[in-house]
């Protein structure tokens, strides 16, 4: 990812950390979608949350399910918040296109609302990355875009604070994961919870 970006982000989710977790809801549509992945996999299933932000309600509800759940962000404000509120997580500071992990050590691995904000041309390397770190036959649920997304530099709207985003649309999000061998099995177009355009969560098998 080039500096610029990823500083916006990172210093970005720093900041407003404590309001986006006040007006993220915890039940809605993405969540149905989380327990189906949940649905899928054994109690004792090692799963990567990758951008968790302060881990509610993702994080949180893998580990009410299992015991086994690392949750990876590179703002230290929000894994600060995230240490306080899901205490049974490993909670890793790191980036999602470098993940810090071992080849196949990932039974799944899920991705809310995070890859958006990386810029698109890193999305392949993301892609890469969630293979390398799942087992053959393990799971992918990440959140991507729907529509053409090339930037979109905000300055002030989210939140208050300077903000990043871009991504592809559907089919190019669906080709891309194909690139990276892994399978999809299910897409879904699933509404913002904070009440943006809507996201492509895709369940996707490692080959
Ligand atoms: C919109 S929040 C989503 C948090 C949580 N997944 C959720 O569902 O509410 C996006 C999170 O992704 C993290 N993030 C964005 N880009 C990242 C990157 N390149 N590496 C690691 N974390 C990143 C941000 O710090 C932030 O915590």
């Known amino acids: 990812m080039r500096d610029e970006p990823r500083r916006v982000v990172q210093h970005g989710y ?24 949940m649905a899928r996999l054994a109690p004792d299933a090692r799963v990567l949350d990758a951008g968790c932000g302060a881990g509610v309600p993702v994080t949180r509800l893998l580990t009410e399910a299992g015991p086994n759940i690392i949750g990876l962000d590179f703002s230290a404000g929000q894994l600060s918040l995230a240490r306080a509120r899901v205490p049974d ?26 890859i958006i904000h990386v810029p698109r041309r890193d999305h392949p390397a993301i892609f890469n990355e969630c293979h390398r770190i799942l087992r053959p036959g393990g799971l992918a649920l990440l959140c991507l875009g729907t529509n053409d997304l090339p930037e979109d530099h905000d300055p002030t709207s989210w939140l208050g604070t300077p903000m990043y985003w871009s991504h592809y649309d559907a ?37």
């Open 89 to 114: 997580a490993d909670l890793v500071q790191g980036d999602l296109a470098a993940l810090p992990f071992r080849p196949q050590q990932f039974d799944a691995v899920v991705s809310f609302y995070a």
């Open 171 to 207: 089919a190019t999000n669906l080709e891309l994961l194909d690139h990276a061998h892994l399978d999809v099995v299910a897409d879904h177009r699933v509404p913002d919870p904070m009440g943006h355009r809507g996201h492509l969560f895709a369940l996707a098998i490692r080959r």
């Open 14 to 37: 720093d900041d407003v950390a404590e309001s986006y977790l006040a007006d993220r809801p915890t039940d809605g549509a993405d969540v149905a979608v989380l327990r189906d992945l």
